[in-house]
């Protein structure tokens, strides 16, 4: 599956109980069949007056609930942006997470850098609250250690150290805003030992987040599924929520004809989740879709 690179998390966006049966935004939802759905995207929708009011005008006609927001440059010398952003997302009824990350953040000599970034989303939830204003839903963690070019090498002792690395962010964030982290669904057959047991990386991942969003990127509902169930039944036992990440990214890469639903259109999409919905709402931890990405899905054929 494609490796995502921080230029494409600059943000995201969730729809939820956008019914499992619509065609198109705006349709009404099905109570019987909720369904969420998070689109990644890279635009500024808090710098920028004209993304803002598409972004608000889309989320209205769309149902939309939740937004995962890329915050790489907005804290905290943006900290007024995203405040008076989060101010207007509540009167919308729209909750949102904050997307950070870098691979590099894995080395141990990289550390203070993410702890820095992170004790800046902490004290930007702290400062909302002093002011009455709306909190973030969740700090939402992107780190792929598998990007580094040690990776092959070293995967192992990489692990490890992102491992670490979640154990410190989840302490700084005590009483501050969730945690939620992205992985890849091949780590779910990544073994891993660790104090003195060995289980998945995934696993370990989904004991440290409050939330996962699993990378399950496949085109057809077969593979969807079976991507999905070990990790899903993983962060069932453990009492965790997840989404489950699809692909709608238009790039050149060859990969993208059994990952990708470019080529297939927004009907094949919305076909894919209302089945693969189906065969997974029997786990507890299914919590939705996530799609990559928004400008990408603006513009599938039908």
Same mark, same amino acid.
């Given at each position: ?15 939820? @109980? ?100 992170? /004790? ?12 009455? !204003? ?6 939402? /963690? ?23 690395? /979640?154990?410190? /962010? ?5 009483? @501050? ?10 780590? $779910?057959? !990544? ?38 169930? @070990? ?17 709608? $990214? ?27 919905? $189906? ?24």
């Amino acid at each position: 599956m494609p490796q995502m690179t921080l230029p494409r998390w600059i943000g995201a966006l969730a729809l939820v @109980g956008l019914g499992l049966a619509c065609g198109q935004p705006g349709t009404t939802p099905d109570p019987a069949h909720p369904l969420a759905i998070a689109v990644w995207s890279y635009r500024d929708l808090t710098g920028s007056a004209k993304e803002q009011a598409a972004f608000f005008d889309f989320a209205s006609r769309a149902g939309l609930r939740e937004l995962f927001l890329g915050g790489a440059d907005l804290l905290p010398r943006r900290a007024e942006a995203l405040a008076v952003f989060l101010d207007e997302a509540q009167r919308r009824g729209i909750k949102v997470s904050l997307v950070l990350g870098r691979a590099a953040w894995t080395r141990p000599d990289q550390r203070s850098a993410a702890l820095q970034a992170v /004790l800046a989303v902490r004290d930007f939830d702290r400062a909302q609250v002093q002011a009455g !204003r709306p909190r973030l839903a969740a700090l939402q /963690l992107d780190v792929e250690p598998h990007a580094l070019p040690d990776w092959g090498r070293d995967g192992s002792k990489l692990s490890g150290q992102y491992l670490d690395l /979640l154990e410190a /962010l989840k302490a700084e964030l005590t009483g @501050g805003p969730a945690l939620h982290v992205d992985i890849p669904v091949w780590w $779910h057959g !990544r073994p891993i030992k660790r104090q003195g047991r060995t289980r998945p990386l995934s696993e370990w991942v989904i004991q440290l987040a409050d939330r996962t969003v699993l990378m399950d990127y496949r085109n057809r509902v077969d593979g969807i599924v079976e991507g999905a169930e @070990g990790p899903l039944a993983a962060a069932e036992a453990l009492g965790r929520p997840m989404i489950i990440g699809l692909a709608v $990214h238009c790039d050149r890469g060859p990969e993208n004809a059994t990952t990708s639903f470019c080529r297939l259109g927004e009907g094949a999409l919305r076909k894919a989740m209302r089945q693969a919905d $189906h065969r997974l709402s029997r786990r507890r931890s299914h919590a939705g879709f996530a799609i990559f990405t928004y400008e990408d899905w603006l513009s599938l054929g039908r």
